[in-house]
């Protein structure tokens, strides 16, 4: 059949027929076919949403204070038309909305216009209520700086005239002397108009139209006499910079009552109204299986304290509430599945050692932030795809092991992060990865600084810096603390399944601590099933030359964590042990989880009484 002859589409046919009157003339205008639904405003919506709050706090408080700058202009033309035009309530208000154009048109951050996204990624369970208050709280501390400096610059800069100063402090005098419920009342009309403009220019196809309608609506603000937290706080400051109001007074009686207003009318009248006006398909058709991956009730309430505080773009994994006694899970997190087999085969080694377990590869994509707002449809299917082929080569070496396994994929921008949620999303006992300068560790940013995902980890780690193995012989140097005992536990697994010879060293202070080390050393290698390990006492006191020269003829040089920790030092490029780099093996850093915070044990499994059983004991037992 040629080309030209190919049957009409019939969904288009029918959208024409619907489309046209009886009479044939087109039943719609061009206006109304360019313009979004309801569904699609709240897609787009989600996708900005999913940007802001993820962002990290540095961008987020200077975007803030850029946009509480810039309502300096909409306070200093306001002030210089109404002394200029004799206090005429039209014409001194025409520039007003002139600071939220520059605000909202150049993509910063105003308390106000920030709350509908991030409410509506909240309703749908998707963010944790903690993500949407310290989005909010930054946010609302970089536009009050910014408004601060505004204020001074305005104050002591120079900038107003005295009949434009006189003004100004008139317009700030006037929510001063208003009661506190009018201040409610009118701020939170103000909150509807503000929160209004977001869903309506989510709706505009271009900037002409954004332009207009922000205009128009923030022109309602000083003619229907409203109030808006950010410019209250900027007159308010000027006041307390030029007059003898007292800074107390104008929080509790005029900026407060403001704030409460704007995020009640903002929240209420507008965020929920359109959220519960779009179709039951929304969370569909805004995040990819959103349904079956949103938030536990408490991670929502709780969110970070309680497992996770967000929701990534794809995860394919299926949550696990428990293993059963003596189960363990291993999450072994893969940037790349092609050059990463060497992780694939340790991990497989380990959790024979540690059997019952369940190992659960993750394939981490990252995505860049750009990409992350339009990531959707087909693009999905394709990169899911894609990930699945690559995990089939993973797939392939963990078959010829004992062990139980699972594949999942993360397409995210935090990629750290995410693996800390899926850690604990999983119940996961060791996370173990590979330490790669452009892999996981250098790709995505965090919400939270890594020193705070770090202070209280989920579950033990271990690093794999990849060398190949040159021999079967594995070096473990020992102080005695949790980080060696968890190196114990993986050497021992090494030792059992894969046949590999261990051989331990502890470093003493001088020949007369020689005989000391050695009763310590024997007593721990006993403790930990390794009595037949290999045992060497240094006597120079100097610890990274022995580890090195006792390296030399190892496979793998497997190392505890120091007390300054592991995965912040690694993440931040501090880890500086000349012995990682001047020993030619393959090196495993390990870090216990030590101590877990008061959320962790209510909602989560406390590792001090549920410590994971090590080989010995558990060969002990049965």
């Not at 996204?117 to 209520?129: D, K, N, Y």
């Not at 519960?276 to 349904?291: K, N, P, V, W």
């Not at 497989?348 to 590869?361: L, R, S, Y």
């Not at 102080?479 to 060293?505: C, K, P, Y």
Request: glycine content about 10%; charged content about 25%; hydrophobic content about 45%.
């Amino acid at each position: 059949m040629a080309e030209d002859d190919e049957p009409p589409d019939p969904e288009e046919s029918v959208r024409e027929a619907v489309e046209r009157s009886r009479s044939g003339a087109p039943a719609v205008g061009r206006v109304v076919r360019d313009r979004f639904s309801s569904d699609e405003v709240f897609q787009r919506i989600v996708a900005a949403a999913d940007e802001e709050i993820t962002a990290g706090s540095r961008e987020l408080y200077f975007s803030g204070l850029a946009a509480g700058f810039a309502i300096t202009i909409t306070f200093l033309l306001y002030a210089s038309l109404t002394a200029s035009t004799g206090g005429d309530r039209i014409l001194s208000a025409l520039l007003y909305p002139l600071g939220f154009i520059y605000i909202i048109i150049g993509g910063y951050q105003l308390y106000t216009e920030n709350t509908l996204p991030p409410v509506a990624l909240t309703l749908e369970r998707l963010a944790s209520i903690p993500a949407l208050l310290r989005n909010w709280v930054v946010v609302l501390a970089g536009n009050f700086t910014g408004g601060l400096l505004g204020a001074m610059a305005l104050a002591w800069g120079g900038v107003l005239g005295e009949d434009a100063t006189l003004a100004a402090a008139s317009l700030a005098q006037k929510g001063i002397e208003a009661s506190q419920g009018e201040l409610f009342a009118k701020a939170a009309f103000a909150g509807l108009i503000v929160a209004g403009v977001v869903w309506v220019e989510y709706g505009a196809r271009d900037t002409i139209s954004r332009v207009v309608v922000i205009y128009l609506a923030f022109l309602a603000i000083p003619l229907g006499g409203l109030f808006h937290v950010v410019v209250s706080f900027t007159e308010m400051v000027f006041l307390v910079l030029t007059a003898d109001l007292s800074v107390v007074v104008g929080l509790t009686e005029f900026v407060l009552p403001v704030l409460a207003g704007n995020t009640l009318g903002g929240i209420l009248l507008v965020t929920v109204v359109n959220y519960f006006q779009t179709t039951e398909h929304r969370l569909e058709s805004a995040r990819f299986e959103g349904a079956d991956r949103q938030l536990s009730l408490t991670e929502w309430v709780f969110g970070g304290l309680a497992g996770r505080s967000y929701v990534p773009l794809i995860d394919t994994a299926k949550a696990h509430a428990g293993h059963g006694s003596g189960s363990e899970r291993i999450v072994v997190p893969i940037s790349n599945p092609r050059t990463e087999r060497t992780l694939v085969e340790l991990a497989c080694t380990i959790g024979e050692g540690k059997a019952p377990a369940v190992i659960e590869f993750v394939h981490v994509v990252h995505l860049p932030d750009a990409e992350a707002a339009g990531f959707r449809g087909k693009r999905k299917d394709r990169i899911v795809e894609e990930s699945n082929e690559l995990l089939d080569g993973v797939r392939e070496v963990a078959d010829a092991y004992e062990v139980d396994y699972e594949t999942s994929t993360i397409v995210t921008h935090r990629s750290m992060e995410e693996i800390f949620d899926t850690a604990e999303q999983e119940n996961a006992d060791l996370v173990l990865m590979a330490w790669e300068e452009n892999g996981i560790w250098g790709s995505g940013r965090t919400r939270r600084p890594l020193s705070e995902l770090t202070s209280t980890l989920p579950c033990d780690f271990v690093v794999l810096a990849d060398r190949g193995l040159h021999t079967e012989r594995v070096l473990v140097p020992t102080t005695g603390n949790a980080h060696s005992d968890l190196s114990a536990e993986i050497a021992s697994a090494l030792q059992e399944v894969a046949g590999f010879e261990v051989t331990l060293l502890h470093v003493v202070e001088g020949r007369s601590d020689a005989a000391a080390g050695r009763t310590f050393l024997e007593s721990w290698a006993a403790k930990h099933d390794l009595a037949d390990a290999e045992l060497i006492v240094d006597e120079s006191g100097d610890v990274e030359r022995a580890i090195e020269d006792a390296a030399s003829d190892c496979g793998v040089l497997l190392m505890g964590a120091t007390e300054g920790g592991l995965l912040t030092r690694i993440g931040h490029d501090t880890l500086h042990l000349d012995i990682l780099t001047d020993v030619d093996c393959s090196v495993l850093l390990a870090e216990r989880a030590i101590g877990r915070g008061f959320f962790k044990r209510l909602f989560g499994r406390d590792r001090s009484t549920e410590r994971v059983t090590s080989i010995a004991e558990r060969r002990r037992s049965e």
